[in-house]
């Protein structure tokens, strides 16, 4: 459709970078693709001197940790960058961090080898913490301790041999072997460990709602994050 | 308590990034710090009104004064229109999150008619009565600039003033002389009303039409000292502050890239296009100074897209150098350049084709007409052979794909005018087939219907029935063979963009009725209702047909004819009766002055990058 041209030679990555980012605030409202967006415009204005694939399209070689859902906060966004040159990890951080939009903060940002998957390809397991928006007035205006039916929900839930949740299309789906754990402490808060690989992963919309919750009275934060290998839990500065 | 309720409401809409302030480079402050606040509202979603470079100007310059915040306010689509009413949460701006009735301006971006609906819907959702007689001091002054502000008499008993022609200064005048009148809303608009003010603020309340009893206009009387309103007029675009740091939105905007207005103004002379004719004289900015404004952009912003905008980018006197600079100066970043409006001529081919190599684009020429005679009549002066070589320059620099832009039921269009498309249509595709053997080509032709708009040589022109245009729309579409793909707009939002176009102080009340049987967002084809727009007009005791489809004659009184863009109603006589005739008007960029008036009124010249009248010409 357009002028035929060689395509552009890929550049050569000399470095990787990987930096943790916490989404707080109201940049939870961002979908992953708006993030994408907007992170990959933050290292352009911060100046950051990134790697080119090749083609017709060159492409800005930057890699991310696994979609995050509309609506949750995380500590633990990951972005990996190449770089054509070596840059002290410092330096870049600083660049970085000056440019993020509110609600982005970079909390940690280190040299990562180069030649390894990229974080979004292992199958990981993702914590979550769930918070009542409005402080767990709603849920025990009743009078009853939320937290103690809530915890009666749990149990259900856990003690089901598959739980189907309907999806797009009329596809259904069985959540519960995704499910890792699921508990309630003071607050109430629902601590939620899930696992998410090719086959697909629950969404905490669809635990909420099956502990009898409205998702939108909920605040979901993402709070931590292990790519596994061979089942085991790795950090994920060393995936 | 709105901030809160936002936070409530937020989880439960689709896209609620629509609805944050929080985007890179916008502006925070304190409001018990500034003196005036002023909200500026566009009147569409966030995604079409982040994407207007008036409203990003006009942010940036107001921003720019200490005394002033300015926040942005955007029509909530209707599912956070609907918590908003239930859950009693009025219309908030975006940045503070406070109520938009709680400024002291509120000024609306007037793009085209289809938005009027969109201004009740957000001064109804922000808790301020819709009528400027139902409002108090206790009220944000409500202003209104834009293309539409140049007839705006259908929103005429729902805005205070409006503000005509280049908003750049007008807006600081605006906020210097409401704060020399104490922020008293009616001391100012006495003062704009009045003799000796500053060109470019119509107060609707200051005039007062009489109608005949055949229903048209006996005259328009003035109630206060002046008797026409003149546009606003910046005479060099270099004193025209554009913003160094752009906000970057969240969200996939329509036009999300640094935009450079390369030039305003136009001077093919097209009789069919309003704003060629309202933002007379042509003003370029010269390829340095854009340069400079590309370079603090892309700063700024992080943005890997260039855009120069204008009415014909390819028109500006340095426009070589321009292209040359950036790609010089940006290309190896993988920064991509576009250019929104081709001209129909190898010379744009060329330039479009400089661009590829940084970025892949489509390529799209506007003929308007089918056949040369035709274009005449609309003042288009490209021949068949200027599009046969534009296109075999797209298809020898490797283009498969193209799109051409028309419009059906133009004046003195007959069936031979469609067929004319059909037949330029097959041209192209055997063009392609002899200069590109073997590889398929993508041919997509659009049809907008055409709309008279006020202040154009068309002003007097009746549109084209509805059920006519309709044939029409099936004609052409038999003509053409099923592998060129057309669309074409809705007839049914055409009459109604129409009768607002040309339409009189008495559509305020057909726009209320509208908005109360639940119109808004008439642009989008899933939200129009056109059954609900035909029982407003009954309703209120007229017919579409009479403001859209009926011919003007000469002395009839135009709606508009105490709005004064510059350019004479003799000279716009001149042009309709020449379109009928068949006559074109040439260029006035070769020194060749059609005397359109606008640069006697102003004691102006065009202003050309290259030196007056000239520099190089294509």
């Known amino acids: ?239 | 308590m709105s901030a809160l309720g936002r936070a409530g409401l937020l989880p439960k809409v689709a896209k609620p990034a629509r609805y944050l302030g929080e985007e890179h480079n916008s502006v925070h402050k304190d409001h018990a710090a500034v003196a005036v606040k002023f909200a500026l509202a566009f009147p569409d979603v966030y995604e079409v009104g982040m994407s207007h470079l008036g409203l990003r100007l006009l942010y940036d310059i107001l921003n720019q004064r200490p005394d002033v915040v300015c926040e942005r306010v955007f029509a909530p689509w209707p599912d956070m229109a609907d918590l908003m009413r239930e859950a009693g949460v009025p219309l908030w701006a975006l940045e503070s999150g406070l109520p938009v009735a709680s400024f002291d301006l509120l000024g609306f971006s007037l793009q085209h008619e289809l938005n009027f609906t969109n201004v009740l819907y957000t001064l109804d959702l922000a808790g301020i009565p819709l009528r400027r007689a139902d409002r108090g001091p206790e009220h944000p002054l409500v202003v209104g600039g834009g293309p539409a502000a140049f007839n705006p008499e259908p929103l005429a008993d729902f805005f205070d003033v409006f503000v005509v022609g280049d908003g750049e200064q007008a807006v600081v005048q605006l906020v210097d002389l409401y704060l020399a009148c104490d922020k008293d809303n009616r001391a100012l608009l006495e003062r704009l009303a009045g003799d000796g003010g500053p060109d470019g603020f119509y107060v609707p309340g200051a005039f007062e039409p009489r109608y005949r009893a055949d229903g048209q206009i006996k005259e328009i009387r003035a109630l206060a000292d002046r008797s026409s309103v003149r546009k606003a007029l910046l005479s060099d675009l270099a004193l025209g502050d554009v913003p160094v740091r752009p906000i970057v939105p969240f969200l996939d905007v329509i036009h999300d890239r640094v935009t450079l207005e390369v030039c305003r103004g136009c001077t093919q002379g097209c009789r069919f296009c309003q704003a060629g004719m309202i933002y007379r004289p042509v003003r370029e900015r010269g390829a340095d100074l854009l340069l400079e404004q590309a370079t603090s952009q892309l700063e700024s912003t992080g943005y890997d897209e260039v855009s120069l905008a204008s009415l014909s980018t390819a028109d500006h006197t340095e426009i070589r150098e321009l292209i040359g600079g950036l790609l010089s100066q940006h290309g190896t970043a993988g920064i991509g350049i576009s250019l929104p409006s081709l001209r129909i001529d190898s010379f744009s081919v060329d330039l479009a084709a400089q661009l590829q190599e940084v970025r892949k684009t489509g390529l799209t020429f506007a003929p308007e007409a089918g056949t040369e005679r035709l274009r005449r009549v609309i003042n288009k002066n490209v021949t068949e052979q200027d599009l046969l070589d534009a296109a075999g320059a797209a298809f020898r620099q490797g283009w498969d794909s193209l799109k051409l832009y028309f419009m059906i039921g133009l004046p003195t269009e007959t069936d031979e005018d469609l067929a004319g498309i059909a037949d330029l249509a097959g041209k192209v595709w055997r063009l392609h087939s002899e200069l590109r053997p073997g590889r398929g080509m993508r041919l997509a032709i659009s049809c907008a219907s055409f709309i008279p708009k006020p202040h154009t040589p068309f002003q007097w022109f009746g549109q084209v029935a509805p059920e006519e245009l309709q044939r029409r729309q099936g004609l052409l579409r038999n003509l053409l063979p099923r592998r060129v793909k057309l669309s074409w707009h809705n007839v049914e939002q055409s009459i109604i963009e129409a009768a607002f176009a040309r339409g009189d102080r008495r559509l305020g009340e057909v726009l209320e009725l509208a908005y109360r049987r639940g119109c808004r967002f008439d642009a989008w084809d899933d939200q129009f209702q056109y059954d609900q727009w035909l029982a407003a007009f009954a309703e209120a005791g007229l017919a579409p047909a009479w403001y859209a489809n009926r011919t003007r004659e000469r002395d009839e009184v135009l709606p508009w004819s105490h709005i004064d863009s510059g350019v004479t109603e003799a000279f716009l006589w001149r042009e309709y009766a020449a379109a009928l005739r068949g006559e074109q008007t040439p260029d006035c960029r070769a020194g060749d002055c059609g005397a359109c008036g606008v640069c006697m009124a102003y004691g102006v010249e065009p202003v050309l990058a290259a030196g007056p009248w000239g520099g190089e010409l294509r």
């Open chain 1, 1 to 239: 459709m357009s002028p035929g041209r060689a395509p552009a030679e890929s550049q050569l990555s000399i470095a990787r970078y990987r930096m943790r980012i916490a989404k707080q605030g109201n940049a939870r409202y961002l979908s992953h693709l708006d993030t994408v967006r907007t992170l990959l415009r933050t290292f352009r204005r911060a100046g950051v001197p990134i790697a080119l694939s090749g083609g017709f399209n060159p492409q800005p070689k930057v890699a991310y940790s696994t979609a995050l859902a509309v609506g949750i906060e995380s500590e633990v966004e990951f972005a990996d960058i190449e770089l054509v040159q070596q840059v002290a990890p410092v330096v870049i951080a600083r660049a970085v961090a000056a440019e993020l939009p509110r609600g982005f903060t970079l909390k940690e940002l280190r040299t990562v080898p180069l030649r390894k998957p990229a974080l979004a390809s292992y199958p990981a397991v993702t914590r979550y913490e769930a918070a009542p928006l409005d402080g767990g007035q709603a849920a025990g205006a009743d009078g009853t301790d939320p937290g103690v039916a809530l915890e009666q929900r749990v149990i259900e839930l856990l003690a089901a041999a598959e739980l189907i949740v309907h999806r797009q299309k009329d596809k259904q789906v069985d959540i519960r072997p995704y499910i890792l754990s699921v508990a309630v402490t003071s607050g109430p808060v629902i601590a939620l460990e899930l696992l998410s690989d090719q086959t697909g992963a629950p969404r905490v919309t669809e635990i909420l709602t099956l502990l009898g919750q409205e998702p939108a009275a909920w605040q979901v934060r993402k709070t931590d994050f292990w790519p596994l290998e061979k089942g085991m839990r790795l950090s994920p500065w060393q995936a």
